[in-house]
């Protein structure tokens, strides 16, 4: 097995490889060219994945290159069918099959580089530890766990955790498995933060989401607010989730009214 610099030093040699060929397609050089189903697929293809592997490239800790490999290896096979189905020349079917045959092999050595296992900043880590007490005390159990997400699911309920700054609000979901209950669009940890008695918003900005630290401040925050007020929500138990959603419900009034307010005196 190479070890993690090897890793990546391949994934970027082919990277390099990959962008020389996508300059040569012939849509990439001709903006006039008229573009078929195939050539409109597969840009979309590329426009999705130079992200990803730019962010590859530099040895980003956000992707779950296995995960994410396997999702783009699912889109490359449906572009590769509908390079079948077309009729193009044979230098050209040629060249595009060279080319699909690269980028797959581009694609299965980004799911063959290595996830930490703390996650981006310590995230996953640090979210498996601090809400250790679902699985303690509640019996759920970790289904899902990448370098920005970890998943909780029970019977009843799931708790889905998220590292995102530019939306901190979809740092904590908690909703309803129990059929027949109420349907719920998810608990934010505004609601949990409002049942406490800290107004209708929650203040993100006290954290500093793209350090480690402050991740570290949001979970133990979120888990600590969740225990405190989300036992009758976490057990599933069906008064209790609608005693939860009438409030959730005021506490989204209460924050309207107020933007309300705020929009009138501005």
């Known amino acids: 097995m190479m070890a993690t610099g090897e890793q990546f030093g391949a994934f970027i040699r082919g990277y390099k490889d990959w962008q020389a060929l996508t300059q040569a397609l012939p849509f990439q050089n001709d903006p006039n060219m008229v573009r078929g189903a195939f050539e409109i697929s597969l840009d979309h293809l590329i426009s999705f994945l130079r992200p990803v592997f730019a962010a590859a490239a530099q040895r980003s800790t956000k992707l779950d290159y296995p995960g994410v490999a ?7 096979n449906r572009v590769k069918l509908e390079l079948g189905n077309v009729s193009v020349p044979l230098a050209d079917r040629r060249f595009y099959e060279q080319y699909l045959a690269a980028l797959q092999g581009l694609i299965e050595t980004l799911g063959s580089l290595p996830v930490p296992p703390e996650g981006h900043l310590g995230f996953r880590k640090h979210a498996l530890h601090a809400f250790g007490f679902l699985t303690a005390e509640y019996a759920f159990a970790t289904t899902a766990a ?3 997400t970890v998943l909780f699911e029970a019977r009843a309920m799931f708790v889905k ?4 700054p530019d939306c901190p609000a979809d740092g904590l979901l908690v909703g309803s498995r129990v059929d027949g209950a109420p349907t719920l669009s998810g608990f934010i940890l505004d609601d949990f933060a409002y049942a406490a008695g800290l107004g209708v918003q929650f203040d993100y900005e006290q954290f500093d989401l793209l350090s480690r630290a402050g991740v570290a401040d949001f979970l133990d925050m979120a888990a ?7 036992d009758a929500v976490l ?3 069906p008064e209790g989730l609608r005693a939860f959603q009438a409030m959730a419900e005021d506490r989204e009034r209460s924050y309207v009214e107020m933007m309300e307010r705020e929009s009138g005196q501005s």
């Open 70 to 76: 396997a999702e783009y290896l699912g889109d490359l």
């Open 146 to 148: 990448s370098p920005l």
């Open 161 to 164: 955790l998220s590292h995102s």
């Open 224 to 230: 600590y607010l969740l225990r405190l007020q989300g």
């Open 235 to 237: 057990r599933g138990d």
